[in-house]
Nanobody, 121 residues
Framework: QVQLVESGRGLVQPGGSLRLSCAAS????????IGWFRQAPGKEREGVSC????????NYADSVKGRFTISRDNAKNTMYLQMNSLKPEDTAVYYC??????????????WGQGTQVTVSS
């Protein structure tokens, strides 16, 4: 059974740090591009960061550049999002996503259940 399970939810003060983890099971995640998304109350889900399957190239939303770092440990089939200098506007439910396009053109697209991050004093 394919699963992505996030962990690391928490309440943190502004300026603090938190690391989210996303453990994959039922598939080999190193063949997939990995992304972290977030959704704040009343807002649409937005992309935060992604890392490619091939060369490890990373991309970040402008709002988190220089503060967040995405990484993956293929040996552990786990992905991470290190979040530093957190701001109240980072408060959201964070989701990890694994995606790959097969040679046939079919898309494999998996989502975790989401984990709550709250930044507040």
């Amino acid at each position: 059974q394919v699963q992505l399970v996030e962990s690391g939810r928490g309440l943190v003060q502004p300026g603090g740090s938190l690391r989210l983890s996303c453990a994959a099971s039922g598939f080999t995640s190193n063949y997939y591009a990995i992304g972290w998304f977030r959704q704040a109350p009343g807002k649409e889900r937005e992309g935060v960061s992604c890392i490619s399957s091939s060369d490890g190239n990373t991309n970040y939303a402008d709002s988190v550049k220089g503060r967040f770092t995405i990484s993956r440990d293929n040996a552990k089939n786990t992905m991470y999002l290190q979040m530093n200098s957190l701001k109240p506007e980072d408060t959201a439910v964070y989701y990890c996503n694994a995606r790959r396009r097969r040679i046939s053109g079919a898309l494999d697209n998996y989502w975790g259940q989401g984990t709550q991050v709250t930044v507040s004093s």
